[in-house]
């Protein structure tokens, strides 16, 4: 008998970006903070403009990073307009150059006309045009909406969500609050 082999799993994790871990950490603080006994609060209770301060903070990062990706969404919405006009342009190529292989055998015997047009060079390069269409019709079809985008749209909600509910629980606990003079004592 050998020595006993031992075997390790390790799990890989994606790590998000740290907006998303501060977000979360907020979320979990405002939670507590609701939990929490509201007659140990003061009525003007620095924490929760604190508590404010970090979900405005996430907002302007969230804010940034969107305006990055739709700048790059724009982007690709320049690269399809391209795109489209490249397709056409490939489109009236094939057109002309089917029209000038039949153009150019029209006066063929009927029996070999149809092999002299397709066994043609211009033929040959209308197909190779049409393949060009349907490719930049292909990669023009792949666009769908940037994931990325989406969850920061969310994460905004999110903290607008979390800023009226410390504002809600705020009006909800008025009067079970302390004031600032009996905070003092």
């Not at 603080?29 to 609701?34: D, L, S």
């Not at 045009?129 to 749209?153: E, N």
Request: proline content about 3%.
């Amino acid at each position: 008998r050998g020595p006993a082999v031992i075997n390790l799993q390790f799990e890989v994790f994606k790590r998000q970006k740290e907006i998303w871990y501060e977000f979360k950490d907020v979320e979990r603080c405002v939670n507590e903070w609701q939990n929490r006994n509201p007659r140990t609060m003061q009525r003007e209770d620095p924490r929760e403009e604190i508590m404010r301060l970090r979900i405005r903070h996430i907002e302007d990062q969230a804010c940034s990073l969107l305006l990055a990706r739709r700048a790059v969404a724009a982007m690709r919405r320049r690269i399809v307009i391209a795109l489209w006009f490249i397709r056409m342009a490939c489109f009236a190529m094939t057109a002309l150059m089917f029209g000038a292989a039949f153009y150019r055998y029209r006066n063929s015997p009927r029996e070999i006309q149809l092999a002299f047009i397709v066994g043609s060079n211009q033929f040959v390069s209308g197909t190779a045009y049409l393949l060009a269409y349907f490719f930049g019709y292909i990669v023009a079809q792949r666009w769908h909406p940037d994931p990325v985008a989406v969850k920061l749209q969310r994460l905004l909600h999110s903290c607008q969500r979390l800023v009226e509910s410390i504002s809600d629980f705020r009006v909800e606990t008025e009067n079970d609050r302390m004031s600032v003079e009996e905070a003092s004592t």
